[in-house]
């Protein structure tokens, strides 16, 4: 066998083994995959609250949404953020625990998370809205959202809303 033709049969062995592992590799993959989803979705008891008029000497105002689990898998939270850096949020799971601070991404906190809820329980959403972080031109209808992504497939995406008029 001359050089050429043995380099030849390296490069194609070589390639061999790197397609073999590809679609070894694929078909690994393509059997974890359902068990990271879940079949089940987080829901809210309600999706809007409506603070009415506010004013911004009055300082922050807050409101708790309550989201659950109630499907029969647990479904974990993967990314939360706020449409505004007016707001910012935290999540309070059912034995108390604070997650921390989350608002709009680039603003404040991390937006990437790993929370689990199990089915039949609940989380509280902590919404906190400054009605002066847009300064003295900030005034009129506010409609601001908190958005949490998870490994849902029937709804990947819970989008809790809140308004208000804010005043001088």
Known sequence: MNKKN????????AAAVVLAVAFLTQKGGGSENPSKYSASALTALENFFDFKT????DGKVSHRFEVKNEGQEPVRIEKIYTSCMC???SII?????????????????PSKTNITVKPGESVVVETI???AAHGPSGVGLAERSVYLESNSQKSPKLELKFSAVVIN
Do not use: R, V, Y
Request: proline content about 6%.
């Open 129 to 131: 809205f400054d009605p």
């Open 6 to 13: 043995k380099k030849l049969l390296i490069i194609f062995a």
């Open 54 to 57: 506010i004013a911004m000497k």
């Open 93 to 109: 799971d059912g034995q108390g625990k604070n997650w921390g601070t989350f608002g709009m991404p680039g603003h404040a906190g």
């Open 87 to 89: 707001t910012e949020f």
